[in-house]
């Protein structure tokens, strides 16, 4: 069986742990089963076509039928993946590198064809048969390259059986085209490789015998030939149709055709406390399935079925209403004007309605039932005057994301700005709605939701995230042009003016100044605390003329030429950087981040002879050693800019002189 995995959230009982790992448990047992029928039935039904193949890569070119490469699997332990032989057998190609590009000269005629229609991996049904691999799962890489990959990643990836397909082999299906540079296998470890390694662990955090089914079906798709260049939307690819079908229209008929029935039956029995009526079960199941079947239609027409109601307002329950009681003046109405009389007590399905009102709300809101359905009514009213306000998207889709809506619309401020939707990068999200707005992306589409929706106001509302995420999605808000405002902080100014249990006021003080005066990322000072250090430095220069000293230097990084540069590894560099250079410099030295990749050191009581040593002995640490980064060890460059205030020099002076130095500097350097 799978390794159980999982993640705890804050606030989840025991019962529900124990109850995610039993299903969990008995996902992966089904998973295994349907592997060894699925891969035995196949490897019998395509019995001729192997022969066939056998046959034509005998004819094609002389060598093995079978290509056996090493690859690692669940738990890191080492297998031979079976693919059939598509390279001239000589040492070129048992030699040459791991990765093949467009148009290798190792690969044979029919071993092109083979790889264009993806024939080549049917021999790993034996695998899968054999336990080494599943039909959908991270893509088994040689050991070689699976040595690059970060610890973590490794650990999570591994924990479960790799596979035939999977989403990152639907999105790069076409790798070796893209691979079209004498830099192949750097090429691959620097720009391919890290995608793909996160889109295997959005798979292992979202994987279920459903979405497996997605995923095959996507691989369907995309080997037609007229569908081959199709572009399926990443997010499909981990909540596909089968799955939403499963968890906004199946299951949710079941509960409320369960529901249905038993307030047929209840409508039934208090009409029987004023007189006789037997509706027998056969005709309250016919009744709770018309209910159940219609009530979906509706939701699935209105839209409803997408609310996620773990996180749903108590606005919903007004939708709710609308819909049951649409269903029940249809059934009213039919059974009102059938050809022979009514067939129940008008009153009857009157009561059934409300009932199964009651239980639609209560299986969809559980303990949250109903508080606040006059907040539709309000919200339907207000509709348009909020349409002239200003357009807000909204980073996250969490507890702070919920508490940035909450203060969009009430007050003032719901007259201001009209949020246009969330944004978050769980596959199980995007579609959904959350206090009444759709989750319309992702993080990596920012830059275009900011244009399609044409957004003037960006809220970064996700508080628990890592320093470099949190770094790479704010470079992500910042390249529109829209103004960004970071909730979290404000949420944490609130919180400290109402302290919680084991949780003092002085910590979510201290938190909230850290917030105020440091660089989340970096550690150092943020720009406007640090501006405001050499004003108070400057004046106190002045006043005891004493010398005082800046410098400006600016961080890059040697990157391969054909890949792209990344946000997270730049974070990773920059952080790196920061921390050697605080531990070079005097208690009464301050740096801090000026802008993304610049940074400023105040050196008090330095003159600029002093000022000159400090930068050639930083320009030596900062960049004698590279910076470990996920990417493996980067070389780091520096460059910097030296200014000394004297009598002719203001703040202002001191800072343009410095940052002009090291422009001077950087220009001078050889290309």
Same mark, same amino acid.
């Given at each position: *069986?799978?390794?159980?995995?999982?993640?705890?959230?804050?606030?989840?009982?025991?019962?529900?742990?124990?109850?995610?790992?039993?299903?969990?448990?008995?996902?992966?047992?089904?998973?295994?089963?349907?592997?060894?029928?699925?891969?035995?039935?196949?490897?019998?039904?395509?019995?001729?076509?192997?022969?066939?193949?056998?046959?034509?890569?005998?004819?094609?070119?002389?060598?093995?039928?079978?290509?056996?490469?090493?690859?690692?699997?669940?738990?890191?332990?080492?297998?031979?993946?079976?693919?059939?032989?598509?390279?001239?057998?000589?040492?070129?190609?048992?030699?040459?590198?791991?990765?093949?590009?467009?148009?290798?000269?190792? &690969?044979?005629?029919?071993?092109?064809?083979?790889?264009?229609?993806?024939?080549?991996?049917?021999?790993?049904?034996?695998?899968?048969?054999?336990?080494? *691999?599943?039909?959908?799962? #991270?893509?088994?890489?040689?050991?070689?390259?699976?040595?690059?990959?970060?610890?973590?990643?490794?650990?999570?990836?591994?924990?479960?059986?790799?596979?035939?397909?999977?989403?990152?082999?639907?999105?790069?299906?076409?790798?070796?085209?893209?691979?079209?540079?004498?830099?192949?296998?750097?090429?691959?470890?620097?720009?391919?490789? #890290?995608?793909?390694?996160?889109?295997?662990?959005?798979?292992?955090?979202?994987?279920?015998?459903?979405?497996?089914?997605?995923?095959?079906?996507?691989?369907?798709?995309?080997?037609?030939?007229?569908?081959?260049?199709?572009?399926?939307?990443?997010?499909?690819?981990?909540?596909?149709?089968?799955?939403?079908?499963?968890?906004?229209?199946?299951?949710?008929?079941?509960?409320?055709?369960?529901?249905?029935?038993?307030?047929?039956?209840?409508?039934?029995?208090?009409?029987?406390?004023?007189?006789?009526?037997?509706?027998?079960?056969?005709?309250?199941?016919?009744?709770?399935?018309?209910?159940?079947?219609?009530?979906?239609?509706?939701?699935?027409?209105?839209?409803?079925?997408?609310?996620?109601?773990?996180?749903?307002?108590?606005?919903?329950?007004?939708?709710?209403?609308?819909?049951?009681?649409?269903?029940?003046?249809?059934?009213?109405?039919?059974?009102?004007?059938?050809?022979?009389?009514?067939?129940?007590?008008? &009153?009857?399905?009157?009561?059934?309605? *409300?009932?199964?009102?009651?239980?639609?709300?209560?299986?969809?809101?559980?303990?949250?039932?109903?508080?606040?359905?006059?907040?539709?009514?309000?919200?339907?009213?207000?509709?348009?005057?909020?349409?002239?306000?200003?357009?807000?998207?909204?980073?996250?889709?969490?507890?702070?994301?919920?508490?940035?809506?909450?203060?969009?619309?009430?007050?003032?401020?719901?007259?201001?700005?009209?949020?246009?939707?969330?944004?978050?990068?769980?596959?199980?999200?995007?579609?959904?709605?959350?206090?009444?707005?759709?989750?319309?992306?992702?993080?990596?589409?920012?830059?275009?939701?900011?244009?399609?929706?044409?957004?003037?106001?960006?809220?970064?509302?996700?508080?628990?995230?890592?320093?470099?995420?949190?770094?790479?999605?704010?470079?992500?808000?910042?390249?529109?042009?829209?103004?960004?405002?970071?909730?979290?902080?404000?949420?944490?100014?609130?919180?400290?003016?109402?302290?919680?249990?084991?949780?003092?006021?002085?910590?979510?003080?201290?938190?909230?100044?850290?917030?105020?005066?440091?660089?989340?990322?970096?550690?150092?000072?943020?720009?406007?605390?640090?501006?405001?250090?050499?004003?108070?430095?400057?004046?106190?220069?002045?006043?005891?003329?004493?010398?005082?000293?800046?410098?400006?230097?600016?961080?890059?990084?040697?990157?391969?030429?054909?890949?792209?540069?990344?946000?997270?590894?730049?974070?990773?560099?920059?952080?790196?950087?920061?921390?050697?250079?605080?531990?070079?410099?005097?208690?009464?030295?301050?740096?801090?981040?000026?802008?993304?990749?610049?940074?400023?050191?105040?050196? #008090?009581?330095?003159?600029?002879?002093?000022?000159?040593?400090?930068?050639?002995?930083?320009?030596?640490?900062?960049?004698?050693?590279?910076?470990?980064?996920?990417?493996?060890?980067?070389?780091?460059?520096?460059?910097?800019?030296?200014?000394?205030?004297?009598?002719?020099?203001?703040?202002?002076?001191?800072?343009?002189?410095?940052?002009?130095?090291?422009?001077?500097?950087?220009?001078?350097?050889?290309?």
């Amino acid at each position: *069986m799978e390794k159980i995995v999982y993640t705890r959230e804050p606030g989840d009982s025991e019962i529900k742990v124990w109850f995610a790992a039993m299903m969990r448990f008995f996902d992966d047992g089904l998973r295994r089963v349907r592997d060894i029928v699925v891969s035995a039935l196949g490897m019998i039904l395509l019995a001729p076509f192997f022969f066939l193949v056998v046959f034509v890569i005998r004819r094609d070119s002389p060598g093995p039928i079978f290509y056996k490469g090493l690859r690692v699997g669940k738990n890191g332990r080492l297998f031979k993946i079976l693919k059939f032989r598509t390279m001239y057998e000589n040492p070129a190609s048992l030699n040459g590198a791991r990765i093949t590009a467009k148009d290798d000269p190792r &690969i044979t005629p029919l071993g092109r064809f083979l790889r264009d229609t993806k024939l080549n991996e049917l021999p790993q049904l034996w695998n899968v048969f054999v336990g080494d *691999m599943s039909l959908v799962g #991270p893509r088994p890489e040689d050991p070689e390259i699976a040595s690059h990959w970060p610890e973590e990643v490794r650990r999570e990836i591994l924990s479960v059986r790799p596979g035939i397909t999977s989403p990152a082999s639907v999105l790069y299906r076409n790798e070796e085209e893209m691979l079209q540079s004498r830099n192949v296998m750097e090429r691959y470890l620097w720009d391919i490789l #890290p995608s793909k390694l996160r889109l295997d662990q959005l798979y292992v955090r979202n994987r279920s015998l459903w979405t497996d089914f997605d995923v095959l079906f996507w691989t369907a798709v995309v080997l037609l030939p007229r569908l081959k260049n199709y572009v399926v939307p990443e997010h499909l690819l981990y909540w596909g149709p089968l799955a939403r079908f499963l968890n906004r229209y199946f299951i949710w008929f079941l509960a409320d055709f369960v529901v249905a029935f038993f307030a047929v039956g209840i409508a039934g029995v208090l009409r029987r406390l004023s007189g006789p009526l037997d509706l027998g079960i056969e005709l309250s199941l016919g009744i709770a399935f018309i209910i159940a079947t219609m009530f979906s239609l509706i939701n699935a027409l209105t839209g409803i079925n997408r609310v996620e109601w773990s996180r749903a307002s108590a606005a919903e329950a007004m939708d709710l209403a609308v819909s049951t009681g649409l269903v029940t003046l249809i059934l009213f109405l039919v059974n009102l004007f059938l050809p022979g009389g009514t067939l129940l007590p008008p &009153i009857v399905l009157v009561a059934a309605g *409300m009932f199964a009102y009651i239980g639609f709300v209560a299986v969809r809101y559980q303990n949250r039932l109903i508080g606040g359905l006059a907040e539709r009514w309000l919200q339907v009213r207000g509709d348009k005057v909020k349409t002239l306000g200003e357009r807000v998207l909204i980073v996250g889709a969490g507890q702070t994301a919920r508490f940035g809506i909450w203060l969009l619309r009430n007050g003032d401020l719901a007259r201001a700005f009209t949020p246009v939707g969330l944004i978050d990068d769980n596959p199980r999200k995007i579609g959904t709605v959350v206090d009444g707005l759709p989750v319309i992306g992702r993080t990596d589409q920012i830059p275009a939701l900011v244009k399609q929706y044409d957004v003037g106001l960006i809220l970064f509302a996700i508080s628990d995230i890592r320093p470099e995420h949190s770094e790479r999605i704010l470079a992500l808000c910042r390249q529109p042009d829209a103004r960004l405002i970071l909730m979290p902080e404000v949420l944490d100014s609130l919180k400290a003016h109402f302290p919680t249990d084991g949780q003092s006021r002085e910590e979510l003080a201290e938190k909230v100044l850290r917030n105020t005066l440091y660089d989340r990322l970096t550690g150092a000072y943020n720009r406007q605390h640090f501006m405001r250090l050499l004003d108070r430095e400057t004046q106190r220069a002045r006043r005891y003329r004493n010398s005082l000293s800046l410098i400006v230097m600016m961080v890059d990084y040697l990157w391969p030429d054909e890949a792209t540069r990344s946000a997270a590894i730049t974070a990773q560099i920059l952080k790196a950087i920061s921390e050697r250079a605080l531990r070079d410099i005097r208690e009464i030295d301050a740096i801090g981040r000026l802008d993304e990749k610049i940074f400023g050191i105040l050196l #008090p009581e330095t003159s600029i002879e002093g000022a000159n040593l400090v930068a050639e002995r930083l320009q030596v640490r900062l960049c004698s050693a590279p910076v470990w980064t996920d990417r493996g060890p980067l070389g780091v460059d520096v460059v910097m800019g030296v200014a000394c205030l004297d009598g002719s020099l203001e703040q202002e002076s001191v800072f343009e002189r410095a940052f002009q130095a090291m422009k001077i500097a950087a220009d001078s350097r050889p290309q």
